[in-house]
């Protein structure tokens, strides 16, 4: 894990506001020069001067300097290489690169917008809900720091995608298969970004290739929060169940010779009334925080005293977030190769929507940063990949009752 990679200095603060400023008005000039005054032009300025904004608030956001983080950086490279991708493609099949860009632009923004949007809502009560709005809102935009919810981002450039070729009068299909490769290429640069960051962590396991993360890290602090630092890990059953907080597991010595057993419902922690897990929560990382011992009192009164332990690394986690990244990488390959074999467009885009929700299904099944929803059983990252496999299988029997075929990219671009 490595969050943070570097600082730039404040001084530097100056240069960037120049580059980019000037950067800005040599691209609006080529721009000018070229076409005139196009719609293009007019997308590209609220971006430049949201940069100039955002620039020029850095010292007083931070203070000791720029840090460049790893999540950030990685999500920076993947855009990057996919617009790569996506130009030599769109060269390939006729398609001017300078559509591409201006599609990656929205696509990126209303992207990262949603992603976080989606994180947002889902971790509002555990970590944005704080008493004070400033907090809030400065915790909110932080999405380099890792926050990104890939369906979010996908829902989010979907559509911008829509409206971009609506308003051109673009292929839809024919122009998702030339972009399709990119995305998941992206997305594995962002997985990588994760693994940095310590977000999108797997469960426990004692398999070699096995990854810990340091304290302060996210699957670190959830393991004190879960009791697993205490040799337990307590679980909240449904809000009808009169028992709302119960022993999960057992793993600690102690309690286990003690007959502390699983399925023991949990009424008080350092002799504090817990009334669900959220407050079980709190009370064992106020003990952990302040090395004090955990007093679990049940609900037939037994009492049991653990002692934590304080290790300089979480226990051993499924590095869910290489899984992904070599899922990615594999897929994005796959969907390069297949883009000269398909007989219709929108074949590319349907492989794409195959084949990911199923990886990310199984994917689910052992990471552990999300919760079961909607009474299902499954997390809304499972919920959402039913969803949209149902929604390719759609796709593929429309496109399979259509002729082979395929639009091309000979009309102009409408401006």
């Not at 850095?58 to 290489?81: D, N």
């Not at 971790?123 to 915790?139: A, D, I």
């Not at 999108?200 to 993360?213: I, M, Q, R, S």
Request: glycine share 8%; charged share 15%.
């Amino acid at each position: 894990m490595c969050s943070e990679l570097f600082r730039i200095p404040l001084a530097w603060h100056s240069v960037l506001l120049g580059l980019w400023i000037g950067g800005g008005l040599l691209a609006l000039v080529l721009m000018a020069k070229r076409s005139g005054w196009t719609s293009d032009m007019a997308g590209f300025l609220p971006g430049y001067l949201l940069g100039i904004v955002a620039i020029a608030l850095v010292p007083t956001l931070f203070p000791e300097g720029i840090p460049v983080r790893g999540y950030g950086l990685m999500v920076l490279v993947g855009a990057l290489t996919g617009l790569w991708m996506a130009t030599r493609r769109a060269r390939q099949v006729g398609l001017e690169p300078e559509v591409i860009f201006s599609l990656a632009f929205g696509m990126f923004i209303c992207g990262i917008l949603c992603a976080r949007l989606f994180y947002v809502i889902e971790y509002w009560p555990t970590r944005f809900q704080f008493n004070k709005w400033s907090t809030t809102l400065l915790e909110i935009v932080k999405f380099t720091e890792g926050g990104l919810v890939i369906y979010g981002a996908f829902i989010g450039a979907t559509l911008a995608f829509v409206a971009f070729v609506k308003k051109h009068h673009l292929p839809a299909l024919a122009l998702a298969d030339v972009i399709a490769p990119s995305l998941v290429a992206g997305l594995a640069f962002g997985r990588i970004g994760c693994l940095l960051n310590g977000c999108c962590y797997g469960g426990e396991t004692d398999k070699p290739w096995a990854v810990t993360f340091p304290r302060d890290s996210i699957p670190y602090m959830e393991q004190v929060i879960d009791g697993r630092m205490f040799g337990l890990r307590l679980k909240e059953l449904s809000a009808t169940d009169p028992r709302p907080v119960v022993v999960e597991s057992v793993m600690n010595v102690t309690a286990t010779v003690a007959r502390f057993d699983e399925g023991s419902v949990i009424v008080a922690i350092n002799d504090r009334p817990v009334n669900n897990l959220a407050e079980a929560q709190q009370e064992i990382l106020h003990a952990f925080d302040v090395k004090q011992s955990l007093r679990l009192q049940t609900e037939s009164d037994r009492i049991i005293q653990l002692a934590s332990i304080d290790p300089t690394r979480s226990f051993p986690v499924h590095p869910t977030q290489l899984y992904s990244a070599i899922n990615a990488v594999l897929m994005a390959w796959l969907l390069w190769s297949f883009y000269p074999f398909r007989l219709r467009d929108g074949e590319v885009t349907a492989l794409m929507l195959t084949l990911y929700p199923v990886a990310r299904f199984l994917l689910e099944i052992i990471r552990i940063d999300e919760s079961a929803v909607f009474g299902t059983g499954l997390s809304i990252s499972q919920n959402i990949s039913i969803l949209l496999l149902a929604g390719a299988i759609v796709l593929w029997l429309w496109l399979r009752s259509q002729p082979p075929g395929r639009a091309g990219f000979k009309q102009p671009v409408a401006s």
